[in-house]
Protein backbone atom coordinates (compact mmCIF):
# COMPACT_ATOMS: atom_id res chain seq x y z
CA UNK A 1 0.00 0.00 0.00
CA UNK A 2 0.69 3.49 -1.00
CA UNK A 3 -0.01 6.82 1.13
CA UNK A 4 0.42 9.95 0.77
CA UNK A 5 -1.09 12.66 3.48
CA UNK A 6 -1.17 16.45 3.02
CA UNK A 7 -0.94 18.70 5.90
CA UNK A 8 -0.65 22.13 6.60
CA UNK A 9 -4.03 23.54 5.02
CA UNK A 10 -6.01 26.55 6.94
CA UNK A 11 -7.60 29.94 7.10
CA UNK A 12 -5.51 32.61 5.86
CA UNK A 13 -6.16 36.43 4.96
CA UNK A 14 -4.63 37.67 1.78
CA UNK A 15 -1.29 38.27 1.41
CA UNK A 16 -0.46 35.54 4.15
CA UNK A 17 1.64 32.67 4.16
CA UNK A 18 1.31 28.75 3.95
CA UNK A 19 3.55 25.70 4.07
CA UNK A 20 1.93 22.64 3.29
CA UNK A 21 3.42 19.16 3.42
CA UNK A 22 3.23 15.86 1.68
CA UNK A 23 4.22 12.60 3.48
CA UNK A 24 4.63 9.57 1.53
CA UNK A 25 4.57 6.21 3.69
CA UNK A 26 3.80 2.30 2.75
CA UNK A 27 5.01 0.80 0.52
CA UNK A 28 7.86 2.47 -1.39
CA UNK A 29 6.97 3.72 -4.31
CA UNK A 30 10.21 3.93 -6.94
CA UNK A 31 11.66 7.09 -8.52
CA UNK A 32 8.89 9.33 -8.13
CA UNK A 33 7.68 12.15 -9.69
CA UNK A 34 5.19 14.50 -7.82
CA UNK A 35 3.02 17.11 -7.68
CA UNK A 36 0.57 19.50 -6.55
CA UNK A 37 -2.89 19.81 -7.87
CA UNK A 38 -6.17 22.08 -6.57
CA UNK A 39 -9.69 21.82 -7.08
CA UNK A 40 -11.51 24.81 -6.20
CA UNK A 41 -15.30 24.42 -5.67
CA UNK A 42 -17.29 23.70 -8.74
CA UNK A 43 -14.09 23.42 -10.89
CA UNK A 44 -11.81 20.94 -12.42
CA UNK A 45 -8.59 19.69 -10.69
CA UNK A 46 -5.92 21.87 -11.80
CA UNK A 47 -2.30 21.50 -11.45
CA UNK A 48 -0.14 23.86 -8.99
CA UNK A 49 3.59 22.79 -9.38
CA UNK A 50 5.30 19.69 -10.95
CA UNK A 51 8.76 18.12 -9.25
CA UNK A 52 10.66 15.55 -10.42
CA UNK A 53 12.49 12.90 -8.70
CA UNK A 54 15.26 14.56 -7.91
CA UNK A 55 13.61 18.06 -7.27
CA UNK A 56 16.19 19.72 -9.37
CA UNK A 57 13.47 20.45 -11.84
CA UNK A 58 10.01 22.17 -11.03
CA UNK A 59 7.31 23.75 -13.39
CA UNK A 60 4.67 25.98 -12.52
CA UNK A 61 1.46 27.20 -13.28
CA UNK A 62 1.10 30.92 -14.22
CA UNK A 63 -1.23 31.38 -11.66
CA UNK A 64 0.92 30.81 -8.72
CA UNK A 65 4.54 31.68 -10.77
CA UNK A 66 6.50 33.85 -8.88
CA UNK A 67 4.59 33.06 -5.11
CA UNK A 68 4.91 29.43 -4.45
CA UNK A 69 7.89 27.08 -4.01
CA UNK A 70 7.44 23.44 -4.65
CA UNK A 71 10.01 21.29 -2.69
CA UNK A 72 11.06 17.48 -1.48
CA UNK A 73 12.80 15.68 0.93
CA UNK A 74 13.36 12.32 -0.36
CA UNK A 75 15.48 11.18 3.04
CA UNK A 76 12.27 12.20 4.97
CA UNK A 77 9.84 10.97 1.91
CA UNK A 78 8.14 14.59 2.63
CA UNK A 79 7.14 16.81 0.10
CA UNK A 80 6.52 20.50 0.05
CA UNK A 81 4.47 23.69 -1.22
CA UNK A 82 5.73 26.80 0.22
CA UNK A 83 2.99 29.45 -0.57
CA UNK A 84 3.16 33.26 -0.25
CA UNK A 85 1.69 36.14 -1.09
CA UNK A 86 -1.77 34.04 -1.08
CA UNK A 87 -5.12 35.04 -2.60
CA UNK A 88 -8.50 34.60 -2.28
CA UNK A 89 -8.48 32.85 -5.78
CA UNK A 90 -5.76 30.63 -4.09
CA UNK A 91 -8.97 28.93 -2.13
CA UNK A 92 -8.87 25.26 -3.30
CA UNK A 93 -8.37 21.98 -1.60
CA UNK A 94 -4.67 21.08 -2.03
CA UNK A 95 -3.69 17.70 -3.25
CA UNK A 96 -0.50 16.16 -3.71
CA UNK A 97 0.47 12.95 -6.62
CA UNK A 98 2.70 10.73 -7.27
CA UNK A 99 3.58 9.00 -9.83
CA UNK A 100 6.63 6.33 -9.68
CA UNK A 101 8.86 5.34 -12.76
CA UNK A 102 9.45 8.69 -13.84
CA UNK A 103 13.11 9.16 -14.91
CA UNK A 104 13.88 12.40 -14.61
CA UNK A 105 10.51 13.62 -15.90
CA UNK A 106 7.96 15.85 -14.52
CA UNK A 107 4.11 15.64 -15.19
CA UNK A 108 1.46 18.25 -15.40
CA UNK A 109 -2.01 16.18 -15.89
CA UNK A 110 -3.67 14.82 -13.06
CA UNK A 111 -4.07 11.64 -15.72
CA UNK A 112 0.05 11.65 -15.27
CA UNK A 113 -0.07 10.56 -11.33
CA UNK A 114 -0.95 6.99 -9.94
CA UNK A 115 -1.37 8.28 -6.18
CA UNK A 116 -3.36 10.59 -4.53
CA UNK A 117 -3.61 11.99 -1.18
CA UNK A 118 -7.25 13.41 0.45
CA UNK A 119 -6.26 16.85 0.27
CA UNK A 120 -6.07 19.46 2.49
CA UNK A 121 -8.03 22.59 2.84
CA UNK A 122 -6.68 26.29 1.88
CA UNK A 123 -8.97 29.11 2.51
CA UNK A 124 -8.02 32.74 1.52
CA UNK A 125 -10.20 35.92 2.64
CA UNK A 126 -10.14 38.83 1.39
Same mark, same amino acid.
Given at each position: Q ?6 ? %???? *? @????? #???? $? !? ?9 ? %???? *? @??G?? #??L? $? !? ?23 ? $? ?49 S?
Amino acid at each position: QVQLVESG %GGLV *Q @AGDSL #RLSC $A !ASGRTVIQPAM %GWFR *Q @ASGKE #RELV $A !AINFSGRTTYYSNSVKGRFTISRDN $ALNQMYLQMNSLKPEDTAIYYCAARPYSSNLYYTAPSDYDYWGQGTQVTVSS
